[in-house]
């Protein structure tokens, strides 16, 4: 007779995979008030033939908008990956970060924070709200391809606040 415990992990492997193979269920969303960076992004997503929905926002306010909800607009679903500039008008993004974590319904989003100035004071505030790591735009590039193949990596191995269900 099998190992109970043995077949019991094997079935939250199996799980797992399963969870792993419906991705297509995550949103990018990238809030950049650089019309040329979102062109960009897209236009890698799309030759990178991701399977993900990518959203744009051009600023703090507008991503926020989309991630509530509105009164035109149903509130994001799925698992969030959140690309932030840091220097924008109307909202900055340690601004949106701050109101961020301050949600109850969004404060476990993984957020990416992205600038071309790397001051130390602004990284350190960045980590102080829990991104998930800071990307210098310069080392991103204009191609975009280190960026899609590390977010691509990054969705299919973690698991997302809300599949941590899927362990116990």
Avoid: W
Avoid at 45 to 65: C, D, H, I, R, T
Avoid at 136 to 150: A, F, N, P, R, T
Wanted: proline share 5%.
């Amino acid at each position: 007779m099998g190992d109970p415990l043995f077949a019991e992990r094997g079935s939250r492997i199996r799980q797992l995979a399963t969870q792993m193979r419906t991705r297509a269920d995550v949103t990018v969303l990238q809030v950049d008030d650089s019309s040329f960076d979102r062109m960009m992004l897209s236009r890698a997503f799309k030759e990178g033939n991701l399977p993900y929905k990518l959203v744009s926002a051009k600023n703090g306010l507008e991503a926020l908008e989309l991630l509530r909800g509105s009164e035109n607009q149903v509130p994001a679903r799925g698992p969030c990956i959140i690309l932030l500039d840091l220097n924008m008008p109307r909202m900055s993004g340690l601004s949106f970060l701050e109101e961020l974590r301050g949600d109850p319904e969004l404060k476990s989003s993984i957020v990416f924070a992205m600038s071309t100035s790397n001051h130390p004071e602004e990284i350190e505030r960045c980590y102080e709200y829990g991104i998930a790591g800071f990307l210098d735009k310069d080392k991103v590039g204009s191609e975009y391809e280190q960026l899609i193949s590390m977010i691509d990596k990054f969705i299919n191995i973690i698991v997302f606040p809300n599949e941590s269900s899927l362990y116990y």
